[in-house]
Every structure is written in structure tokens, then in C-alpha cells.
């Protein structure tokens, strides 16, 4: 596995889906740029939201697609080929209907889970490579049927809280060692 050079939130890129379930993706890189104190600037070749910044001698590279949650891998593929960045070095950040809110799992594969975001990162990608996935639990509907709405409502009051309070932990307990090659793999991590 390589080192990270670049993190991938998840999303889609209307207004209206911001604080929906399926775009924690993007909740993940608007918190993590604040914590670096960088600011995500929309760049057109990208498609996307890009910022950076360094951690101890590493640059890495956020994005935010802005782009429909199955399109998103168009514009993870531009700037990792702008800038060199193979698939094994990015994190990508996404939501993750089988763990509940506030409960975090990485991933190391190829797999998507049925998630359209990650499906489209995989098929853009002509070599497929095993990549890191940031799962965050939303939590799962009732009714499987529901599964398409669900994703696109806001999650409850105390979900919502929940799932910021993963995230900022996650952000401080990975900040010494997300650029090394010994990220974490296939851990379930529960932050509530």
C-alpha cells in the first residue's frame, strides 16, 4: 500500500444534497480543510473542489467532485492524472448504509458495495488497483425499498451530531500517520 496523496470526499454537488447522508463524503473534506486551515477552491479541469496541504513534508490533495455522485470518478481520475497520483495512493471518503451513524470503518479493495461514487472511481480507472475507503455509517432505512430516498435525506438531529463527531476524531487520531504507508486497513473504528 502506498503513502496518501490524495483524499476524495464523496457527493453530489447540488445545493440542496449538502447535508444529506450520501454526502458525509463531503462533510469529511469541509472538516478536514478546516482543520488545515486550507480553503477549497473550484478548479473547472478537475471538475471539482481542490485545496492541499502538507503534513510533515507530504502533500496531499482534497477534492470534492462537483459532479453527481456516479459521475464523481471522472473527476477523481483528472487530477490524480494531473498530478501523477496512482488509485492505491488515494483516500477515498463515502457513506456507508451497513455501519450506523458515528461508527467508521477503513477499507483496503477493490469492492464497492453497491455504492454508485466508488463504482464510478473504479470503472474511470483502467487498471484496477486496490484503493482506501473512509467508510462512514449512516445508518440503513427501515425498508431496503427506501434505500434511494434515504440517502438523500438529512439524517436526524443526533445522526448528525454523531457523524461530526467521528469525522473529528478520525481527523485528530489519523493526523500523525495518514500520509504513511502503514495507514490503517479493514479496521472498524467506533467514535460516538
Not at 464523481?72 to 455501519?99: M, P, Q
Not at 467508521?104 to 480507472?125: A, E
Not at 462512514?136 to 431496503?144: C, H, L, Q, T
Not at 438523500?152 to 445522526?159: A, M, R, V, Y
Request: charged letters at 25%.
Amino acid at each position: 500500500m502506498n503513502k496518501i496523496k490524495m483524499i476524495v470526499g464523496l457527493g453530489n454537488s447540488v445545493y440542496k444534497y449538502n447535508q444529506t447522508r450520501h454526502n458525509v463524503g463531503f462533510w469529511y473534506i469541509n472538516m478536514l480543510s478546516s482543520f488545515y486551515k486550507t480553503s477549497l477552491k473550484f478548479k473547472k479541469k478537475f471538475s471539482g473542489y481542490v485545496s492541499s496541504f502538507f503534513l510533515n513534508n507530504n502533500k496531499i490533495f482534497l477534492l470534492k467532485p462537483d459532479l453527481f455522485m456516479n459521475l464523481n470518478g471522472y473527476s477523481v481520475f483528472a487530477l490524480s492524472s494531473f498530478y501523477k497520483i496512482k488509485l492505491s495512493e488515494i483516500l477515498v471518503v463515502r457513506d456507508e448504509l451497513d455501519l450506523s451513524p458515528g461508527i467508521l470503518k477503513v477499507k483496503y479493495g477493490i469492492g464497492h458495495n453497491g455504492h454508485n461514487g466508488v463504482k464510478s472511481i473504479i470503472n474511470t480507472f483502467e487498471k484496477k488497483k486496490p484503493f482506501i475507503q473512509l467508510c462512514i455509517g449512516i445508518g440503513r432505512p427501515e425498508f431496503k425499498k427506501n434505500v434511494s430516498n434515504f440517502v438523500l435525506e438529512c439524517p436526524s438531529k443526533i445522526d448528525t451530531i454523531n457523524i461530526k463527531k467521528a469525522i473529528l476524531k478520525f481527523i485528530f487520531l489519523t493526523k500523525d500517520y495518514i500520509y504513511k504507508k502503514e495507514f490503517l486497513k479493514n479496521k472498524k473504528i467506533i467514535l460516538i
